[in-house]
């Protein structure tokens, strides 16, 4: 391109390419970006993280660097350019192809959409028709057994089980503890059934205990190289799902109890925090440090999806009860809920001030409630897309929130505090308080009728709490 006085740029001469800058780029090279940044081709580079990485990929470069952002990465394609004559000339070529499509065809848009979207793996396709069957069955069932409670409601039977309820809670006592590793326990989930708890470890172990005297059942030493995350059941009970700081995803074969192990999956680039069943029982999420949680399919042992989004670690996943839905938390304090059938992100939950910890589905399908670092408990109506409740939950960080599983008429939270909090849904008005361990709350879970807890942390206890 000429200047006004006819010269062009590429022509002048800098006689001082030797002397480089305090960050080691010469003064030609610096003129050079300087002058593309007021060329009409810098405004062209595209801004959509797709279209950057179709024209990495075109450019033979790597579509994605360690730790690399969506802004991180459109500023490496621009580098590229600058310093690369034949990327540019590829960049330029891209632009006039663009250009006489434009010009010569009014479905240039369409043409545009097939150029940039990156077309989804068969497997992927497969699973996502799945999941739209699924979901609309699941939500089906929900909403006419929702409708029948409406029909059937009567405003004095409501009153007096709610006042059972909250009796209920708050007779719950402890009932049992036992020392069950060395270490801090980071996570414990019951069976489907009750029988049995699976614990998780920061010493790397695996357990799981008898939920009828704690007895320790089995035993896996070294389930992960480093801390064991989140462990989770599949609803027949017979296989579990860990994470560890070793970057893998383990499940585990645990029928009656005993454990083996079975599959490790391998993709993720540092310490996996969460892994969660699906409630179809076909797929396992995970979510990781490394900014990213994925979808991985028992069966075929294939990672589906990789979904970035979050800006910070990735510490806590939940999937909704009808199986659409996805929710997501982590250092970066907003909770982000997903459609896994089309892999978008359908909202973002700003609220915390601190990094969540925990997040968890109501199952009444539209109350989510999320646990941060700042001492509360966010409950959230996705109808509404709005904060439905904050819960001035403890006076420290809040470590973990579960919804009782069977209707999700209760709330319970635990944090560092050493206390666990009881809430009734209808106003989430604290009705019990338990206490008994002697340091930090990292974990708890709830049976199905609400008349046992389990709970761990770092006082590396298991504690069991029941109905006097």
């Not at 000339?89 to 010569?104: H, R, V």
Request: negative net charge.
């Amino acid at each position: 391109m000429a200047d006004q006085r006819g010269i062009a740029y590429e022509d002048l001469e800098i006689q001082i390419d030797d002397k480089p800058n305090k960050d080691g780029v010469n003064v030609q090279e610096t003129l050079r970006r300087l002058h593309f940044q007021t060329d009409q081709r810098y405004h062209q580079v595209p801004t959509e993280d797709l279209e950057v990485r179709r024209l990495l990929r075109l450019l033979r470069e790597p579509e994605s660097t360690a730790g690399e952002n969506e802004y991180a990465r459109r500023g490496r394609l621009i580098e590229l350019l600058v310093s690369n004559k034949a990327h540019m000339n590829t960049f330029e070529a891209t632009l006039l192809d663009k250009q006489s499509i434009a010009e010569g065809s009014d479905t240039y848009e369409d043409e545009e959409d097939e150029e940039f979207y990156t077309p989804a793996r068969q497997e992927l396709i497969k699973a996502r028709k799945f999941l739209v069957g699924f979901s609309i069955h699941n939500a089906r069932k929900r909403l006419k057994r929702e409708t029948q409670d409406a029909i059937s409601f009567d405003m004095k039977r409501e009153i007096k089980e709610r006042r059972n309820l909250a009796q209920r809670l708050k007779n719950l006592a402890l009932a049992g503890s036992q020392v069950a590793s060395t270490r801090p326990i980071s996570h414990v989930r019951l069976s489907p059934d009750d029988c049995y708890a699976a614990i998780g470890s920061w010493d790397g172990s695996l357990k799981t205990i008898s939920t009828k005297n704690l007895e320790v059942l089995s035993v896996v030493e070294q389930a992960h190289n480093g801390k064991v995350g989140e462990v989770d059941w599949n609803a027949t009970g017979d296989l579990l799902a860990t994470g560890g700081e070793d970057g893998q995803v383990k499940l585990f074969s645990a029928a009656a109890g005993e454990l083996r192990p079975t599959i490790a999956f391998e993709g993720h680039e540092r310490r996996v925090a969460g892994t969660k069943f699906h409630p179809s029982g076909k797929y396992v999420a995970s979510c990781s440090f490394d900014k990213t949680w994925r979808l991985w399919d028992i069966q075929t042992q294939q990672e589906l999806l990789l979904q970035e989004g979050h800006s910070r670690e990735v510490y806590c996943i939940a999937f909704h009860s009808d199986g659409a839905l996805l929710c997501s938390g982590g250092f970066d304090c907003t909770p982000v809920a997903w459609d896994i059938r089309s892999g978008k992100s359908v909202m973002s939950l700003a609220g915390h001030m601190k990094p969540v910890y925990s997040v968890d589905w109501s199952p009444n399908g539209y109350h989510l409630a999320t646990a941060g670092g700042d001492g509360t408990v966010n409950v959230w109506d996705v109808r509404k897309s709005t904060q439905a409740q904050t819960i001035l939950a403890h006076d420290s960080t809040v470590s973990v929130v579960r919804f009782n599983k069977l209707n999700g008429k209760f709330l319970m939270s635990g944090s560092y505090d050493k206390n666990i909090k009881v809430y009734s849904s209808d106003n989430w008005v604290n009705v019990a308080v338990l206490k008994g361990h002697v340091d930090k709350i990292l974990t708890l879970d709830i049976d199905l009728n609400g008349n046992m807890v389990v709970s761990g942390g770092w006082d590396r206890s298991v504690k069991l709490w029941t109905q006097d």
